[in-house]
């Protein structure tokens, strides 16, 4: 069991605010003698008290902005650490602010916010993705007095209306592959095969060019997508109906690749892959992945100017994805995709 400032006070029979003082990193501000800060630090060595830190940079009294970097657990933690990691650096560098990380796991985005709220935490920064359902999902909940900052957000339509998000920075994925299945299919290569997860409640697309999962049947997705996908997928390309494969997540990219070049598929002679998250190991691939990402530091940066420096910043912002054409794609596409972009 813990011990506390109050067991501290209640050994020595003085106040409690007495014993935080003589804690503090600077006793003399409330002009306590040094025999009785020695006291109480004596004291608490020996009771065992261990200072809680955190809680002193969240509660102090300051002007300091005051906010809390969620990491919200979901399949692409390969990518989300790195972002969690420039967060911390880039805030941990500045001088008007204090912050502390909170995980989410388990889908618990609930139970991290409300750790936050009662830590006085009011602005979060979700790191991780978000979508209209997590916002629904905190709305029903009705927390108190929270702004909620979304650098890698999905634009959905039909999204919940939720107070709660001060902004939130991402694409319209639907949007996006319609016009890269188009773009592909100029470039004679086509048929495109879009892989999509469907999530709990979803409604089963329709449409041939759209090859669907449930999420919750996954685990690990680079076996998934080696066992479960890849025959399902090798079937399509031997009866000529895929010629492009786009897949929502890179650990099912390569593990699909890594099965289909096991039964002679040659990529992207046969067939062209593009994944999604720009994960780090998507580069060093058997076939190195094209893959989409967006840019999430820039939009991370964006929030924190708003947060810090009252930089002016929209409900909903649109960043564009950018591709990262590697080998498992023509080399002559990607020439011409930003030939495009930059009309």
């Not at 650490?81 to 008007?96: C, M, N, S």
Request: hydrophobic share 40%; with cysteine; proline share 6%.
């Amino acid at each position: 069991m813990s011990v506390s400032i109050r067991d501290i006070a209640r050994e020595l029979n003085i106040d409690p605010s007495t014993v935080s003082s003589c804690l503090s990193a600077d006793p003399g501000a409330r002009r306590i003698s040094p025999a009785r800060v020695e006291e109480v630090r004596r004291k608490a060595e020996e009771m065992g008290y261990i200072p809680n830190r955190l809680a002193g940079r969240i509660f102090r009294r300051s002007r300091r902005k005051n906010l809390a970097l969620v990491f919200k657990n979901d399949t692409a933690g390969e990518r989300t650490l790195p972002v969690l990691d420039y967060a911390i650096r880039t805030l941990g560098e500045r001088k008007d602010c204090d912050f502390t990380v909170l995980y989410a796991g388990n889908n618990a985005l609930v139970q991290a916010i409300r750790e936050g709220i009662g830590l006085g935490v009011t602005d979060f920064i979700v790191i991780g993705y978000m979508r209209g359902r997590d916002f629904a999902e905190l709305a029903r909940h009705k927390l108190p007095n929270v702004r909620i900052y979304a650098p890698d957000y999905y634009i959905e339509p039909g999204d919940a209306l939720c107070s709660y998000a001060a902004a939130k920075l991402g694409f319209d994925r639907g949007e996006f592959y319609r016009n890269l299945a188009r773009f592909l299919e100029m470039q004679d290569l086509g048929p495109v095969l879009t892989v999509r997860a469907l999530e709990p409640g979803q409604k089963r697309p329709s449409g041939k060019d759209q090859l669907v999962y449930e999420v919750g049947n996954t685990g690990d997705l680079f076996d998934y997508g080696a066992r479960e996908l890849a025959p399902r997928i090798e079937k399509i390309i031997r009866s000529g109906k895929c010629r492009t494969l786009l897949l929502r997540n890179d650990s099912l990219a390569v593990g699909v690749m890594d099965t289909l070049l096991a039964k002679g598929v040659r990529i992207p002679e046969d067939l062209a892959v593009i994944g999604f998250n720009n994960a780090p190991f998507s580069r060093y691939a058997k076939v190195p992945l094209t893959t989409v990402g967006l840019p999430l530091q820039a939009n991370l940066d964006r929030i924190i100017a708003h947060l810090l420096d009252n930089a002016p910043l929209e409900e909903v912002t649109c960043s564009p994805p950018e591709i990262f054409w590697r080998k498992s794609t023509p080399p002559e596409i990607a020439a011409i995709w930003q030939g495009q972009q930059d009309r």
